[in-house]
T-cell receptor, first 115, second 113 residues
Framework: GAVVSQHPSRVICKSGTSVKIECRSL??????MFWYRQFPKKSLMLMAT?????????EQGVEKDKFLINHASLTLSTLTVTSAHPEDSSFYICSARPGTSTEAFFGQGTRLTVV | GENVEQHPSTLSVQEGDSAVIKCTYSDSASNYFPWYKQELGKRPQLIIDIRSNVGEKKDQRIAVTLNKTAKHFSLHITETQPEDSAVYFCAAKSVSGGFKTIFGAGTRLFVKA
């Protein structure tokens, strides 16, 4: 149980285009989903916390218009990187928390390369 | 804001030796402390966790200790094996803080055969 699927696992896009990353909880309802960004050999930096049916809470320094987060259902959250630039290239990873759990479970991550 | 510091950043041990990774946290409201192991390009995997009402927890070769007064917690791996080589992250989470998890910077563990 507690499987989180993230799609796509890898994506290459051109500068100026937008990319959508999906995070799905497959066997539980995720009250809360979290989006992280991880640079090579660095830690996971929390970008935003997403609660179903409400607006995401962004961490300081994260542009909400740049990184659009939608949590339309209890099993799906999406992160859209808008007008992508090469500096947006990174490993993006989500985690999802069941309503009754303290622990959150990670997706497999998405490696975004903007060329 | 909340902060988790982790040391060392790199740790190299001989197979069979013990490895210790230490973390401190700043948010007094933190009450849940998971540890993750991450291999290159993979998702973090929870290896052990401890809650604030417990001082120590052990699972086979892995143990975690928590000193809530000092806001310190540590991961101990005994009888290390080459397959233990990975990056380890400590984290702190506050239930009252919306369950968001703040991660330490990570420790790259090398276990030499």
């Amino acid at each position: 149980g507690a499987v989180v699927s993230q799609h796509p696992s890898r994506v290459i896009c051109k500068s100026g285009t937008s990319v959508k990353i999906e995070c799905r909880s497959l066997d539980f309802q995720a009250t809360t989903m979290f989006w992280y960004r991880q640079f090579p050999k660095k830690s996971l930096m929390l970008m935003a916390t997403s609660n179903e049916g409400s607006k995401a809470t962004y961490e300081q320094g994260v542009e909400k218009d740049k990184f659009l987060i939608n949590h339309a259902s209890l099993t799906l959250s999406t992160l859209t990187v808008t007008s992508a630039h090469p500096e947006d290239s990174s490993f993006y990873i989500c985690s999802a928390r069941p309503g009754t759990s303290t622990e959150a479970f990670f997706g497999q991550g998405t490696r975004l390369t903007v060329v | 804001g909340e902060n988790v510091e982790q040391h060392p950043s790199t740790l190299s041990v001989q197979e069979g030796d013990s490895a210790v990774i230490k973390c401190t946290y700043s948010d007094s409201a933190s009450n849940y402390f998971p540890w993750y192991k991450q291999e290159l390009g993979k998702r973090p995997q929870l290896i052990i966790d401890i809650r604030s009402n417990v001082g120590e927890k052990k699972d086979q070769r892995i143990a975690v200790t928590l000193n809530k007064t000092a806001k310190h917690f540590s991961l101990h791996i005994t009888e290390t094996q080459p397959e233990d080589s990975a990056v380890y992250f400590c984290a702190a989470k506050s239930v009252s803080g919306g369950f968001k998890t703040i991660f330490g910077a990570g420790t790259r563990l090398f276990v030499k055969a």
